[in-house]
């Protein structure tokens, strides 16, 4: 069984690391920075949350940051260790809760996730996010990234 919870840096030290190679060469293309640096600042926002087993182990981190201005708008984001594909049951029971929650924060959620990230890319269509356009030079590294939203 699994447990969703408020994040920690302590959980993001723990996660980085273990990160599934996609979203470290994601974290890599878009920003330009190791996991290690980014994650422990993206669990000092408001709205982020862990995924953990039963055994205390953090296998995901995921939220959403506010867009200054534009109140409707958030940047949804997700994180993972190889340790989701274990969990893969429970997280579709829980996922259309906390989309909903997530919804009631911001109306629209968002953001451009990396081509090669095809795992996260099914899971956000199953999720019913829509892809809108691939901007082919994004981020850093100027790799394809897939914009993607999903409204309340």
Known sequence: MITIRRA????AISLAPRLRSADRDECRAALGMEPRIVLPLLVQGDCVWAGVDQHSEVFGLFGIDPVKGMDHLGIVWMVTSPDIFKHRRDLLKLAPEWLDRLHHVRPLLGNHIDAR?????????RMGFSFLRTHPEYGVEKRPFHEFARLR
């Open 8 to 11: 920690k840096v302590s959980d």
């Open 117 to 125: 990230n095809t795992t996260h890319i099914r899971w956000l269509k």
